[in-house]
């Protein structure tokens, strides 16, 4: 999707300077939107490597959504220690350990304090995000851990249901300015089923890539009922950027003037 100079530049302008050189923009964007009949995880598919010695990037696709059984599924936004994260609270579960603030917490900080001991000292140092979405008996348990840097422990929150029984979370690029999408239509309309869902996570996801064409791009989802956690075939995937890709198309005719 193509992307104007003066809406690229506004979207750098509205990032945060904290983000370190390396890494001048983070490449992952993520939503978790929970409706009534069950939750839509989606992610980006871009995975970019750098190489601070030469300066030199090179784009992947790779899969941030994970599923570890039917009723388990965990993402992750940042660099390799996320993803070693999230697998190490899984396995902790899959052994038969509850989620729960003092277990992630351990498992996660004991999970990064390893993962730098073995990596240079001119690795990359980003914010980094991890979210497990667990089949609970009421419905879903969706627990986050977030890391600041490779000094700072994760921060574990629980995430609740709300008063209208919504909840949605952001991952990776969480000031992309595509959010506005669900701030909008997921949190002023009522509460949507999982067919709404899909196409609300995938033109968020999509539309990310306009504010961050260098970093976000692809689309991957997974959807859990009371059944269980299932990955969006890719033929699906591909009606749902086209319908992405028609709505965009219809918005340009009417500001491209």
């Not at 104007?4 to 990032?15: G, P, Q, Y």
């Not at 929150?157 to 992309?176: L, Q, S, Y």
């Not at 999982?194 to 791009?217: C, D, H, M, P």
């Amino acid at each position: 999707m193509a992307i104007t100079n003066t809406i690229e530049s506004l979207a750098f302008k509205a990032r945060p300077h904290n983000i370190p050189s390396g890494e001048l923009e983070p490449v992952t964007f993520q939503v978790v939107l929970l409706g009534g009949d069950g939750v839509v995880i989606a992610s980006d598919t871009r995975a970019m490597n750098f190489d601070p010695q030469h300066f030199v990037r090179t784009t992947d696709t790779v899969s941030k959504i994970v599923v570890v059984e039917p009723h388990l599924v965990y993402i992750y936004a940042g660099d390799g220690c996320a993803k070693k994260v999230g697998a190490a609270v899984a396995l902790d579960v899959k052994r038969g350990q509850p989620l729960s603030k003092e277990r992630i917490e351990e498992v996660s900080n004991s999970t990064r304090e390893e993962y730098w001991k073995s990596r240079q000292m001119d690795d990359r140092v980003d914010s980094r995000k991890i979210a497990w979405v667990q089949r609970a008996d009421r419905g879903f348990a969706i627990w986050s851990a977030t890391g600041r840097s490779r000094e700072m422990n994760f921060e574990v929150t629980k995430h609740e249901e709300n008063h209208d029984g919504k909840c949605r979370i952001f991952a990776g690029d969480e000031f992309n300015q595509a959010r506005y999408i669900v701030e909008h239509y997921y949190d002023k309309y009522p509460l949507r089923n999982i067919s709404g869902l899909k196409r609300l996570a995938a033109q968020t996801i999509l539309t990310g890539e306009l504010f961050n064409n260098a970093g976000v791009g692809g689309l991957e989802m997974v959807v859990g009922t009371c059944s269980g956690f299932a990955r969006i075939p890719a033929r699906e995937i591909q009606e749902l950027a086209e319908l992405s890709r028609t709505l965009q198309n219809e918005i340009d005719v009417h500001f491209k003037d």
